[in-house]
């Protein structure tokens, strides 16, 4: 089992910044991927940012040049460094670290972007 913890997190003016990161306690040997993810009201869920093992990365179109995503192994925690915000990225976001068996999901973390 996997536990995923996040933080970070908020509200901010258009053009802002904020950063969220995602630590995972538990049996992470099991983990590929990291991700995260956001849901708006309303709306399914969407992939905003992926980081494999090996550091590669794949961003959403929306969020690319704006959005950086990172990973620290040794301490099995994902970071999403969100700059230039725009009110459409307003959303419930989720922390997804996969495995080959599962997904793990954090809690989920609130952003809010004012115009």
């Known amino acids: 089992q996997v536990q995923l913890v996040e933080a970070g997190g908020g509200s901010v003016q258009a053009g802002g910044s904020l950063r969220l990161s995602c630590a995972a306690s538990g049996d992470t040997d099991s983990i590929n991927n990291m991700g995260w993810y956001r849901q708006a009201k309303g709306k399914q869920r969407e992939l905003v940012a992926v980081?494999?093992?090996?550091?590669?990365?794949n961003y959403a179109d929306s969020v690319k040049g704006r959005f950086t995503i990172s990973r620290d192994n040794a301490k099995n925690t994902v970071t999403l460094q969100m700059n230039s915000l725009k009110p459409e990225d307003t959303a419930v976001y989720y922390c997804n670290f996969a495995s080959s068996l599962r997904d793990y999901w954090g809690q989920g973390t609130q952003v809010t972007v004012s115009s």
């Open positions: 980081i494999s093992s090996g550091g590669g990365t």
